[in-house]
């Protein structure tokens, strides 16, 4: 595990994670049930082009969006109460000297080996994960992933709004997953570097 200690959302994050896959956009590779996502063409395109222009497109961000991130600090500080933790902020982890894969985690403790996903969302979607009580699917391939990236024991994911009970789930690894993402990352990875190599006429 290789530690890039830069803030989280600066330019310089922004720069180091340019045409590189990473956890929170895996599904776009691969889809839960370990299989090549329908959205794999279209993400591996974005990234050769990343690495040709230098420069990321600009994602679009609603209200809900803003009101995350500025939340982030509050739930971070609100999971560090709860569960006696003291949370270490990263900027990128990446697996090996490769870096061809990277996460971003919300926070890492080290000495316990578990890192940690926030989520802030609005009022509804709590309430729905409450009733689930289990974590959300759309954040199954993320924590895997950030798993295969650090090689630590589990991954905490906590759901935060205010006003409402916060959702703590504890995700160990899923290996038949994990499996899978080798094979599919090794493949994703070759033939991003081919085509990049390609466009560079190299």
Same mark, same amino acid.
């Given at each position: 595990?290789?530690? /890039?200690?830069?803030?989280?959302?600066?330019?310089? +994050?922004?720069?180091?994670? #340019?045409?590189?896959?990473?956890?929170?956009?895996?599904?776009?590779? %691969?889809?839960?049930?370990?299989?090549?996502?329908? &959205?794999?063409?279209?993400?591996?395109?974005?990234? /050769?082009?990343?690495?040709?222009?230098?420069?990321? =497109?600009? @994602?679009?961000?609603?209200?809900?969006?803003?009101?995350?991130? *500025?939340? =982030?600090?509050?739930?971070? @500080?609100? !999971?560090? %109460?709860?569960?006696?933790?003291?949370?270490?902020?990263?900027?990128? /982890?990446?697996?090996? *000297?490769?870096? *061809?894969? #990277?996460?971003?985690?919300?926070?890492? /403790?080290?000495?316990?080996?578990?890192? #940690? =996903?926030?989520?802030?969302?609005?009022?509804?979607? &709590?309430?729905?994960?409450?009733?689930?009580?289990?974590?959300?699917?759309?954040? !199954?391939?993320?924590?895997? @992933?950030?798993?295969?990236?650090?090689?630590?024991?589990? +991954?905490? !994911?906590?759901?935060?709004?205010?006003?409402?009970?916060?959702?703590?789930?504890?995700?160990?690894?899923?290996?038949?997953?994990?499996?899978?993402?080798?094979?599919?990352? =090794?493949? !994703?990875?070759?033939?991003?570097?081919?085509?990049?190599?390609?466009?560079?006429?190299?």
């Amino acid at each position: 595990m290789i530690i /890039v200690d830069i803030k989280q959302g600066s330019e310089e +994050w922004i720069k180091e994670k #340019l045409g590189k896959p990473s956890a929170s956009n895996i599904s776009k590779i %691969l889809t839960n049930a370990g299989k090549p996502s329908k &959205q794999r063409e279209g993400y591996l395109y974005e990234l /050769v082009a990343e690495r040709l222009t230098g420069r990321r =497109e600009e @994602s679009y961000k609603n209200a809900n969006m803003e009101m995350g991130n *500025e939340r =982030e600090e509050e739930s971070r @500080s609100m !999971f560090e %109460l709860l569960q006696d933790a003291s949370i270490e902020q990263v900027g990128v /982890v990446y697996k090996d *000297e490769k870096k *061809e894969f #990277l996460c971003s985690p919300d926070g890492i /403790v080290p000495k316990q080996k578990y890192g #940690l =996903e926030l989520k802030n969302v609005l009022p509804k979607t &709590q309430v729905k994960y409450l009733l689930n009580g289990k974590l959300p699917s759309e954040y !199954f391939g993320q924590c895997q @992933s950030s798993l295969y990236v650090t090689g630590f024991d589990h +991954w905490m !994911f906590m759901s935060f709004c205010p006003g409402l009970k916060p959702l703590i789930i504890m995700v160990e690894p899923d290996k038949e997953y994990i499996n899978a993402l080798k094979v599919e990352l =090794e493949i !994703f990875t070759e033939e991003l570097n081919k085509i990049t190599d390609k466009l560079r006429g190299e």
